[in-house]
């Protein structure tokens, strides 16, 4: 998870009421800029999830995205996450979700 975790963002994602979840992505990850932004892009396409918030590490194979809750639920983010990712035969897995700053 430290290979996403801007503190910056996610201070910023938990003031203005947002969360932030944690995912490790289980696949065949392509290197290079181009893949991660292209998961990056998916994933900033979910509804709720801020866009310009999502962070992925491919060496890692980790993935952090901020959603608004009261836009979409944790498991919702989840299930369109894992239907997108899946077209890339890429499989997300929950880790954790910040929810307040004391997760700091």
Do not use: C
């Not at 696949?27 to 801020?50: D, H, K, M, P, T």
């Amino acid at each position: 998870m430290a290979a996403v975790y801007d503190h910056a963002l996610v201070t910023q994602a938990l003031e203005r009421g947002y969360q932030v979840a944690f995912f490790a992505i289980e696949g065949n990850l392509s290197s290079g800029a181009g893949a991660r932004r292209e998961i990056e892009v998916i994933a900033e396409s979910i509804y709720g999830v801020r866009k310009g918030s999502a962070r992925v590490s491919i060496e890692s194979a980790v993935l952090s995205v901020a959603f608004d809750p009261r836009r979409t639920s944790l498991t919702a983010a989840q299930t369109a996450l894992e239907r997108k990712l899946a077209t890339k035969k890429l499989w997300p897995h929950f880790l954790r979700v910040m929810e307040r700053s004391a997760n700091l």
